[in-house]
Nanobody
Framework: QVQLVESGGGLVQAGGSLRLTCAAS????????VGWFRQAPGKEREFVSA????????YYADSVKGRFTISRDDAKNTVYLQMNSLKPEDTAVYYC?????????????????WGQGTQVTVSS
């Protein structure tokens, strides 16, 4: 079993950048594919980005494509979400999630393990 902890959220002005970190403990992150999701106030949680277990496949939501980059450093048991050109509509709680399959998954139901979330607020 793996435990996930997100960090790196905060308050940033529109156009700015943040890097979110998802740190794993309990088992090596190299055994898991990882995704990022977000939930804005009053809205359902939505897919943001995902990486396969190897890191060779990545997916992005259309709303973040070209602005966000997912990467993994299995030696550090960490997955990152680099967020550039942030917009007020990116404001949300961001969650990382993991599953033990090899594929990058966009559906919440594919994931077995979830972090507690980190708040990202983008001011206009």
């Amino acid at each position: 079993q793996v435990q996930l902890v997100e960090s790196g959220g905060g308050l940033v002005q529109a156009g700015g950048s943040l890097r979110l970190t998802c740190a794993a403990s309990g088992r090596s992150f190299s055994n898991y594919a990882v995704g990022w999701f977000r939930q804005a106030p009053g809205k359902e949680r939505e897919f943001v980005s995902a990486t396969s277990r190897s890191g060779g496949t990545t997916y992005y939501a259309d709303s973040v494509k070209g602005r966000f980059t997912i990467s993994r450093d299995d030696a550090k048991n960490t997955v990152y979400l680099q967020m550039n050109s942030l917009k007020p509509e990116d404001t949300a709680v961001y969650y990382c999630a993991a599953h033990s399959g090899s594929y990058a998954a966009t559906a919440e139901r594919s994931y077995n393990y979830w972090g507690q979330g980190t708040q990202v607020t983008v001011s206009s």
